[in-house]
């Protein structure tokens, strides 16, 4: 299959899966995720429509984002180290994978040099995952979203997470629901915190993503096959 028509089959299958689900089509974005892949790929991608990508490596977007024309947004969904920062203010329109205040601090200061306000979600480890990153939640965290949303050089758009990684989808759909309900606690305790975007679901879970809220799926192999 080529990328034109994974492009086509993805689409459509959103748009049935927003039908079945009362969700308005235009609330749910696709995000590209080009990571490992050339940019051959990309501009394919980029060439059928395909305006938003994701990179999980900093070394990599820099190779990447001055290749694409202007208007290809890319967003950072792997974990940033500190070194790394600089560069990825400058590399990307949002940061989707903030997993600490001590992150989000040096992001906001970096795009505070560089007169810029940083959009960005909250990486969270919804299924309490040891093996991955983002923010655990428990009452600490909600001492630190306090001190997050205070940033003025970030504007925290939202919520990111990556499903249960389990078989059972009741499960997965369940983490989803987790991801959608913090969200809300979110909104209904800080009236002042405005964020509505969920960045939810991958090539194998966007089913149950979608249906439960998610604003932002992020597909990489059924675009653009198989990694290594
Ligand atoms: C790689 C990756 C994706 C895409 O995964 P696929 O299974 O290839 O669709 C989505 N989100 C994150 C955070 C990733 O690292």
Redesign the pocket.
């Known amino acids: 299959m080529s990328i034109k028509e994974n492009l086509e089959y993805i689409h459509n299958s959103i748009e049935e899966i927003a039908l079945k689900n009362n969700r308005d089509i235009s609330s749910i974005k696709l995000l590209a995720?080009s990571?490992t892949k050339p940019i051959e790929l990309l501009q394919e991608a980029y060439n059928e429509g395909q305006r938003l990508f994701?990179e999980?490596r900093v070394s990599e977007a820099e190779i990447k984002v001055p290749l694409l024309p202007k208007d290809a947004e890319f967003h950072l969904?792997?974990h940033l180290q500190s070194n790394k920062v600089k560069k990825a203010c400058k590399y990307f329109k949002c940061i989707?994978?903030v997993d600490s205040l001590k992150i989000a601090k040096k992001i906001d200061k970096t795009c505070y040099e560089f007169n810029k306000v940083m959009d960005v979600y909250l990486d969270i480890n919804i299924a309490n995952d040891k093996n991955k990153t983002g923010f655990i939640v428990n009452d600490s965290f909600f001492t630190i979203f306090e001190e997050l949303k205070e940033l003025k050089n970030i504007n925290i758009l939202g919520l990111?997470c990556?499903g249960a990684h389990v078989e059972d989808r009741d499960e997965i759909s369940n983490s989803f629901k987790d991801l959608r309900m913090l969200l809300n606690t979110l909104k209904s305790k800080y009236p002042d915190f405005n964020g509505d975007k969920l960045s939810m679901g991958?090539?194998?879970d966007y089913f149950e993503a979608i249906k439960e809220g998610s604003t932002m799926v992020?597909?990489?192999?059924?675009i653009f096959g198989?990694?290594l």
């Open positions: 995720v990571k994701g999980n969904i792997g989707q994978s990111m990556i991958m090539s194998s992020r597909i990489g192999s059924s198989s990694r």
